[in-house]
């Protein structure tokens, strides 16, 4: 079945410190992916929406400066949270659609980011 | 976009049969139901997706109403490797493009007992 890789799968790191999420579409095309957080025993939520070589449309209340999100390929998402705090402290998803068809999204499997 | 109802956790016994219910009464003619389900810290897994028709794969059977306003996913015999959060979420299929944004709810979280 399609494969999302995310990478990494948990960061620890220092307040003000600038982290990179990287998602990959390993093997199909994908001209959308979602960035979602996830905080302790509630749902996703969606974050931001990119697609392929266009700017991502964000959520209300997320933060466009805050959550940088670059869809330069069809293969690869990135989000970067930018001068991260502890509030910041979350579980991300990202998901991909392929090109074709009515296909449903494939999650990768998250990262765990924790500002200290 | 329309919205999804689930109970919030069910029991199972192990290799029993667990059928999962959503309800979705405001369903638009072009929406699939889609299934998908999330292990403890993990990205959520696809499981399966329907339109009209009643759909098989590996993982569950998908029961879907005649008016479609209801859909049952079907674990035929569950394990413990089932224990999850299952969503039901619609998606447009006039967005196949990925334009829709989806919103899950909460889930049903599914425990399965020994």
């Known amino acids: 079945g399609a494969v999302v890789s995310q990478h990494p799968s948990w960061v620890i790191c220092k307040s003000g410190t600038s982290v990179k999420i990287e998602c990959r579409s390993l093997?199909?095309?994908?001209?959308?992916m979602f960035w979602y957080r996830q905080f302790p025993k509630q749902s996703l939520m969606l974050m931001a929406t990119?697609?392929?070589?266009?700017?991502?449309?964000?959520e209300q209340g997320v933060e466009k400066d805050k959550f940088l999100i670059n869809h330069a390929s069809l293969t690869l998402s990135t989000l970067t949270v930018t001068s991260a705090h502890p509030e910041d402290s979350s579980f991300y998803i990202c998901?991909?659609?392929?090109?074709?068809?009515?296909?449903?999204?494939?999650f990768g499997d998250g990262t765990r980011l924790s500002i200290l | 976009d329309a919205k999804t109802t689930q109970p919030n956790s069910m029991e199972s016994n192990e290799e029993e049969p667990v059928h999962l219910p959503c309800n979705h009464s405001?369903?638009?003619?072009?929406?699939?139901i889609h299934w998908y389900r999330q292990l403890p810290s993990q990205g959520p897994e696809y499981v399966i997706h329907g339109l009209t028709s009643n759909v098989n794969n590996r993982m569950a059977s998908l029961a879907i109403a005649e008016d479609r306003k209801s859909s049952t996913l079907i674990l035929h015999r569950a394990t413990l490797r089932d224990a999850a959060v299952y969503y039901c979420?619609?998606?447009?299929?006039?967005f196949g493009g990925g334009y829709q944004k989806v919103t899950f709810g909460i889930g049903t979280k599914l425990q399965v007992i020994p």
């Open positions: 093997d199909f095309q994908a001209t959308t």
């Open positions: 979420i619609l998606r447009d299929v006039r």
């Open positions: 998901s991909a659609l392929q090109v074709v068809g009515n296909q449903p999204q494939h």
């Open positions: 405001t369903i638009s003619g072009t929406d699939y």
């Open positions: 990119s697609n392929e070589g266009s700017k991502a449309t964000y």
